[in-house]
């Protein structure tokens, strides 16, 4: 099983997009799940994270801008991601204790 993201694009400053995260083939409505991001030349870096109870937890860079949630029942997990600035720009990952890492997706935030 990998973890699949979408949602991905290209968006103007300010702009929003909100990204998917499914399993096909397997489940995770019990897991710890979070969501990452590497930028061009950059580290992988931490963005949220979400318990399976539904507790969050945000990177300071995306506090207040950007929302993480998952639906149980449709067996996939959310990023919105609001007030976007070029520095977002990145491939966005999620990942699970679980599943590992999964298929990223490409975020570009235009200025």
């Known amino acids: 099983v990998q973890l699949q993201a979408s949602g991905g694009g290209l968006v103007q400053s300010g702009g929003s997009l909100r990204l998917s995260c499914s399993a096909p083939?397997?489940?995770?409505?019990?897991?710890?799940m979070a969501w990452h991001r590497q930028a061009p030349g950059k580290q992988r870096e931490f963005v949220a994270t979400?318990?399976?109870?539904?507790?969050?937890n945000y990177a300071d860079s995306v506090k207040g801008r950007f929302t993480i949630s998952r639906d149980n029942a449709k067996n996939t997990l959310y990023l919105q991601m609001n007030s976007l600035k070029p520095e977002d720009t990145a491939i966005y990952y999620c990942?699970?204790?679980?599943?590992?890492w999964g298929r990223g997706t490409l975020v570009t935030v235009s200025s």
């Open positions: 083939g397997g489940s995770f409505s019990r897991d710890f």
């Open positions: 990942n699970s204790p679980r599943y590992g």
């Open positions: 979400i318990t399976s109870s539904g507790s969050v």
